[in-house]
């Protein structure tokens, strides 16, 4: 069953601070991971299956998944001097994965693949005590053709199906986002008023307009990221999202928020 | 340049150039190779000259017209920075 859904930003700079940064505003967003650390904890889970986007660590050009779903007993990763790895519940991401394919959704899996940062940062901050396993899912954000917010929406709607079915108690949490250019000439400048926007309408439990956003203007917004939401919101439809930070820094706006399921 | 996406297709001439900066980014090893003798690590990959000549130079605008990626331009970019001047960093 769905006990709880979330989004969490995974930004670098909230787990290693440079001096560059603003370490209020880091602390308030540690405030708000350490809410939903509270919450996963009251919500009793017995997985949580984290959508985020790889940052070209486990999927080079060999190899470009735009759906994947990890499947071993455990998965591992290193962010700088960060070393982290989970255990993964295996019978669920085998689920996942097996009437994936069979509704129609041609996965990609792997049973041994880096773990990349976007999953490790809001688990670092979010994993309840105890901790619970995980299923990491992977969307392709970074390599175009990445698939499109309808797509991705899609897929959603069938996870939570999925899910839903299932005997655990599974948190579904999104990683990534908001705005932000890594790379290009926009770095210091995000599209912050975007964000806002796009939050008013998750508020008013508009998630389904996610899906109707093109791949061009995710690119333009910065919001590549936010394929790891609207796979989130199909799996909510109408939820109201109750937005626990907006935190817009130089480069990048950090949302963390839950949604009712 | 208003109207190309941010992050565009890599196409298949630069796979090379892109392995070497996914090699900068997240392969210990050869980040340490490369600071040692830079031409000699880029050799392993077998990049060609115009790649090694840009990639030594830092250029990121050659980088990237040469079609790499933006955000490993970036990272790559980012590790040897702070291997060449380690920053300071406050860890949670």
């Known amino acids: ?261 | 340049m208003n109207d190309q996406p941010h992050y565009r297709f890599p196409p298949a001439s630069a796979y090379r150039l892109n392995r070497c900066l996914f090699a900068l980014k997240s392969d210990d090893g050869f980040r340490a190779r490369f600071l040692k003798d830079a031409r000699a690590a880029m050799g392993e990959l077998e990049l060609d000259v115009e790649d090694a000549a840009a990639l030594l130079r830092g250029d990121r605008d050659a980088l990237l017209a040469r079609g790499a990626h933006p955000y490993l331009v970036f990272m790559a970019d980012l590790r040897l920075k702070i291997e060449r001047e380690p920053v300071s960093f406050e860890f949670f």
């Open chain 1, 1 to 261: 069953m769905l006990v709880g859904a979330f989004a969490c930003a995974h930004t670098p700079q909230l787990l290693a601070r440079p001096g560059t940064e603003d370490r209020d505003l880091v602390l308030r967003v540690h405030a708000a991971f350490a809410r939903v650390k509270r919450r996963l904890e009251t919500l009793h889970a017995d997985a949580i299956a984290i959508v985020a986007g790889d940052h070209v660590e486990a999927f080079f050009l060999d190899a470009v998944p735009a759906l994947a779903v990890y499947v071993g007993t455990e998965c591992a990763g290193t962010f700088g001097r960060y070393r982290y790895r989970f255990p993964i519940h295996e019978p669920l991401a085998r689920a996942i994965v097996e009437q994936g394919v069979e509704r129609g959704f041609d996965l990609f899996y792997t049973q041994q693949a880096p773990l990349d940062y976007a999953f490790y940062v809001p688990l670092h901050f979010t994993m309840p005590e105890p901790a619970v396993p995980i299923v990491p899912l992977h969307v392709n954000v970074y390599l175009p053709p990445q698939p499109t917010p309808r797509r991705c929406y899609e897929w959603g709607r069938t996870l939570g199906e999925i899910v839903r079915a299932r005997p655990e108690r599974v948190i579904l949490m999104a990683s990534g986002g908001m705005s932000h250019f890594p790379g290009t000439d926009r770095y210091a400048s995000p599209e912050f008023d975007y964000d806002r926007r796009l939050l008013d309408a998750l508020k008013a439990g508009h998630g389904r307009e996610l899906a109707a956003i093109t791949g061009e203007e995710l690119d333009k917004m910065g919001n590549i990221e936010l394929r790891t939401w609207a796979t989130l919101l199909g799996a909510l439809g109408e939820a109201k999202a109750d937005v626990y930070c907006y935190e817009p820094s130089w480069h990048h706006g950090n949302a963390v928020v839950e949604w009712p399921v």
